[in-house]
């Protein structure tokens, strides 16, 4: 209701600040006999943490995870599951100067108006670290998928500023997202959005872009009629990620141009004798339920606020001042940020699941 | 939780098919003591009722909206409000021609093979007759956002198919949105849209376009940090409209090509002495919560799925077969849709005002 | 959230005030492909119609349900069900006397000061004429829990004012229930309690009394850990009815003079070779979760608040009054109580069947 | 939904085994800007943790807790808040000899029938060791309500087996509670009640008994109509505490035997020209919402499951064998759920002051 769960039936509350104790998330409900393991939740994790590359952050976070309940011999026990990362690379000193302005396009000015107070060390529970929690939650849906429901998620970076990726979503597999530091598939436009980033960073600015989401193998019948469509929970799921600003499925704005007659999709009957669907321009879902057929959607990130090229800003005591970054930022966080939407279509996936087999199992 | 409730604090459920008893929706947690009459709810409903000109289709519901309980002496009580419409126009052997097969693009499919059964007279649940409960439930909420809070919710058709409107978002008022039958305020635009309208109604399909909603006054601080973010509830609340495939906050997927210099809206000194934001790339929304400024979001909608034209599909038996749909249908929703988008704004910002009010009012 | 849903997964909201238009109920999550008629509905609720016998209130309320939505086909769609029976009988003018002052031990005095407001004909929201919608609700999960789980519930009279009825209670049959006017299987018993809410009858007064409730064939494993105890929703399920003070569950209050040793119920090896438990003192719940043994709980209820004997209160104004009740009301709510009380128990054990299903079917 | 979480707008979710890694909580929702240390905390917890007298169990947990979110220069931040303990005095080797058997009338066997597997160090989840969690949560509720409500919670023994403390339940201060080792404000009656603790806790054996809560200074109107009663509420939060059977809320079981006319409490103008109720049957609670008199209610406790006398139970595999516990455990579990029950009416109080102050604030 505050706003830290997601869920319903497999339902995460995350909790902690980029600068606090630690960050952290219990997921309640997994079903039990699940076997997890901490070095699978942190290979998740490692895919997401500061340092990976030299074209993210270099604040050295090693984000180890802690299981410390729910877990027993190896295996969920069906209550819920504590994972968290203490904060190690804490300097909260670094934040002083940010102590009493705000940061253009970031939560200071907004916390501040809501809650009459706000944790100023980094950006608190606005900052993107509160994610780790998200990927450590995702990484136990993700395993259930894949095991109980043959569900695979593949998610990429499509777009980095105007660089677009060429590659039929159907075919990328995890291999060749991780072939490339960008998590591009796509090698020639890797290279490219590699070189983008880094003449952005030079410049001391940032970048946006867009990553492709990929459902295999979801269960026909997975989502909700009306509000709880699959393809609406998995919007909210994406655009409660920091810095997204965009989400369609199948064709998205792109369909607003075509006729019904273009964009329909034909029901046929396949080699196998199966009611198919011939193209899939809705994206794999119909109604809001699942089709059977791949789901695939788009995020879009705006360029992350933090830039070290110097701006405009107000002090919190409304004097007007300039702001030049000096902290240790991502100049687009596109690349970390794919774990993040693998977790969230994972969370949104696993939890129509439970409710499916509540109500129609 | 199986997907007809919406709203935490204020808490709509709908109920109803296309071709059953009702249609209509029960709205609880309302506050006490806000006037509200019959001809208020019903002259939302008016806006998006069938037949209402040459460019809908011309089912003949007159959707008189009943207001039997929550509501005494003319206000609300504060007990739940039930508001519902008998179904009139009620010729389920226009679709016995249907009942054996997969309409393409519908949700027979998908019902099917989440319930095992369907109701196949009209889309039954899955008609877009249900967003009459959610009108009626938003024109309550935006009667107290008004009166309350001093919110305007205007939305406007901005695109159908190609045609684009030109308009300055921030000065579209409601009466230039209803002053052309496709709800455009940009007239001229608007014309060669129902032109197009037309011409593909003439040609037995249908075809998609825009939506773009604005909300005035949104008090500071609205929203919830994560998960709950206000754009995060407000594309959820979008996307599970019929027919919506895309949603963006802001610049949205217009962001992703811009450097976060070019992005970020600087905070400045108004004339008044206050903080105020120099631009609104954001839409009004920074960290997921309110920054006082207009809020602006975008809507996209696929052509409607129902088009006279023939297409290919298959019986439940799994034969192949053709389809020519001779229903009574809309070649382009948009107009119809534009109080939806009204309402579903209003509902996510009164559910966030009275969040706000519980936590820190 | 506002108080008028109850349960998860299959979840109701009800609606209506005693003297407004309907009350009724949209019941939502029901698993597709149950077979319910309305005659089936009808005749729970005529069980809890008022004018049933001479000792209840002679208020001629009809309580015809009709169903508007969620079947198709006489089954259920897994869709909303919308249930309502229109207020026939209303005279208002009945309450005029009312208007202005507050009746002990009603709810009058809270609602004005909730609300700043209240619907003064009958008790408005308050009254126990939203029960029927809850009757309603529990027949369908009645229905489903003994054809698809094998669950029986009985309720039944226990108690009325000293009068307590001696019986099995894992003995007592529905038959055995209806055969008597105040449903209790006791029949010695019964024409006691029945003498005795005649005299209270005719001395313009009321009485209490004791439900108790037996589910039979409750499936081993339902319920939750923690804070979701099988034992706890029926508590919070029965004493939401209206006029309920107290709820235990097995020996309940008489567990406290007992030693550890007297108490704990011993597991054995059955005659099947199944394990058992030889006793069953705990009332069918071990840790909030159903061990298989007959659940039984009891369900005290205070003296009906409105009686004819004249009282001292106080006007809405501050002026000391005298109130004598000259409507139509009941001597003691046990007997038409047992249907709500077996309605509430259904409601809580198919919730948590359907929440059991998802994490663990 | 899976049981772990309680509250809707002070909302908590607890996790932990008691041989795990850690119990805590997460409290989502509170208001920000509320001043609370670690010692507060502590101080409320010291009152449940085991080992503070001889009548208790001698498990050493210092059940030192842990602010690791949400707490900023010593006050919330609005943002959840994450507070465990580790569990330091985990002997597993203490719980060899129960993995394989049912202790009888404990959770083993339907934990096992629920999950398929269980944690058979001490209760796993089972365990009572939880309710720390609850406790550090109610901590900060009941800080919140005291300083911004008024709101003062009471709770004490009023029965241990046979024993009867004698005293105004609304006279009762918390140095008088904590005046004694058994927590009953009756010194006579406390004395009485520890001989009889002793006398069990010698025999091997357990015994139960009664708390009594009072809530002083309820604010009017908080409560909900229909399904989220005040006293429905208090009564799930209480019914979900380790060993509670049963809980009545006013006169509750005693109500059945009286009259309406002995039962109704009067309104009367008071000597402020006030409007208020001569006496409170009702506990402080009409139609489900708070009238301003005291609430007051009983909770019952069973006999601790966990005795050193011999007993007839089954191990996992059927065979019937015999249990003497060795572990350490408390012969009456009431002097230390005294702070538990505290914990709990405060939760319930918090959460319906936040969503009172969201409708009608």
Chains 1, 2, 3, 4 share one sequence.
């Not at 997994?30 to 994790?45: D, H, K, T, Y």
């Not at 997401?48 to 993210?56: A, L, M």
């Not at 001042?321 to 240790?328: E, Q, V």
Request: aromatic fraction near 4%; charged fraction near 25%.
């Amino acid at each position: 209701m505050a706003g830290s769960s997601f869920g319903e039936l497999f339902r995460i509350t995350t909790f902690g600040e980029s600068h606090g104790g630690a960050v952290g998330v219990v997921v309640d409900g997994c079903p039990p006999g699940l076997e997890i393991s901490q070095a699978e939740v942190q290979s998740e994790l490692d895919r997401r943490k500061p340092g990976q590359s030299d074209i993210t952050t270099p604040r050295k976070e090693e984000d180890t995870i802690h299981i410390l309940s729910g877990v027993f011999e190896g295996k969920t026990t069906g209550t819920p599951i504590l994972m968290l990362a203490h904060n190690k690379d804490v300097r909260p000193q670094d934040y002083d100067a940010l102590k009493d302005l705000y940061r253009p396009s970031h939560a200071d000015f907004t916390y501040l108006a809501k809650y009459g107070r706000r944790d100023w060390r980094g950006s608190g529970r606005a900052s993107a670290r509160e994610t780790l929690a998200r990927v450590a939650a995702g990484a136990v849906a993700k395993k259930y998928l894949r095991l109980h429901a043959g569900v695979e998620i593949v998610s990429f970076v499509e777009q980095v500023g105007h660089i677009v990726a060429t590659c039929d979503p159907e075919r990328v597999i995890p291999k060749d997202v991780e072939s490339t530091i960008v998590r591009c598939p796509d090698a020639a436009a890797a290279e490219k959005m590699e070189a983008l980033i880094r003449e952005v960073q030079s410049e001391g600015d940032s970048i946006g872009g867009v990553i492709r989401c990929v459902v295999h193998g979801c269960p026909r019948g997975l989502g909700a009629p009306v509000f709880d469509k699959l393809h609406a929970d998995l919007g909210k799921a994406m655009l409660s990620i920091n810095a997204v600003k965009g989400f369609e499925v199948g064709l998205g704005f792109g369909a607003v141009h075509l006729r019904g007659s273009q964009h329909n999709d034909p029901f046929v009957v396949d080699e196998g004798g199966e009611v198919s669907i011939r193209t899939n321009n809705a994206g794999g879902i119909l109604g809001g339920i699942a089709s059977g057929a791949m789901i695939s959607c788009r995020v879009a990130f705006k360029p992350v606020a933090t830039i070290a090229k110097e701006q405009d800003t107000v002090t919190t005591s409304g004097t007007p001042t300039k702001l030049a970054a000096s902290g240790r930022h991502d100049p687009c966080v596109l690349p970390r940020a794919v774990p993040i939407v693998d977790a969230m279509a994972a969370l949104v996936i696993m939890d129509h699941l439970l409710r499916h087999k509540a109500q129609n199992g």
